[in-house]
């Protein structure tokens, strides 16, 4: 049995579930709702490139190195974006939240904050994850800033790391939180989702 298997997970009125063919159409409009293909510092895809991006995530899920997962609405089932388990480390229990990417209409609302608690939940409580890591673009600044109000700490930076698809290389600035930061992460978490929203 593999160390992190598809599941889906549920609260607060969203759903992930295992991404599959299936939800091309939706991620298409999700990724359309605020152009989000031409920010600079994120890899969301094109729509034309939506079922190649889908496909690269199942074979990664055979290869055992990463989970992809579809976000929906629970009560409509409307796709709202993407996130994953990826850099799956069994032996260590060690796995990385990312690839995340929300329609551009559901941004800074509780959806991100949502789905973390999910992830982190699963990983945690239920893999028994020592270490879960995030990575993002060192001009991601409001990626940057969400993972910290997680509670996660700098790890530091891997210069030249990677390509961007504009073909510069990016600087990846590295994130962890060990298992036993997680009560009192998820204690935010949970204050922050419970504390009353302006309305918008």
């Known amino acids: ?8 997970l549920s609260g607060r009125g969203i759903d992930l579930v295992p991404l599959d063919l299936s939800h091309e159409a939706g991620l298409q ?5 605020g ?5 600079r510092v994120t890899s969301v895809p094109r729509p034309e490139d939506m079922r190649k991006y889908i496909e690269d995530a199942l074979t ?3 290869a055992g190195n990463r989970l ?9 089932q409307k796709v709202l974006g993407c996130t994953s388990y990826h850099d799956i480390v069994s032996p260590i229990k060690r796995l990385e939240i990312g690839w995340t990417w929300y329609a551009q209409s559901v941004q800074r609302s509780h959806v991100n904050t949502t789905c973390k608690l999910l992830l982190m939940t699963h990983a945690f409580d239920t893999l028994g994850c020592l270490v879960v890591g995030w990575r993002t673009d060192n001009f991601n600044f409001r990626s ?3 993972i910290e109000r997680l509670g996660a700490k700098k790890d530091g930076v891997l210069r030249g790391h990677a390509l961007r698809r504009d ?7 590295m994130y962890s939180m060990r298992a036993g930061e997680w009560p009192e992460a998820r204690a935010q978490l949970l204050y922050l989702l419970d504390k009353p929203r302006p309305e918008r």
Do not use: H, K, Y
């Not at 409009?29 to 709702?33: E, I, K, P, S």
């Not at 152009?35 to 920010?39: A, F, V, Y």
């Not at 992809?68 to 409509?76: I, R, T």
């Open 1 to 8: 049995m593999a160390f992190v298997e598809p599941v889906t």
């Open 68 to 76: 992809a997962f579809c976000v929906l609405e629970s009560a409509s």
């Open 29 to 33: 409009a999700a990724a359309a709702d």
């Open 60 to 62: 990664m899920r055979d």
């Open 144 to 146: 940057q800033a969400a």
């Open 35 to 39: 152009e989000l293909w031409n920010i």
């Open 167 to 173: 073909g510069t290389i990016r600087d990846t600035v």
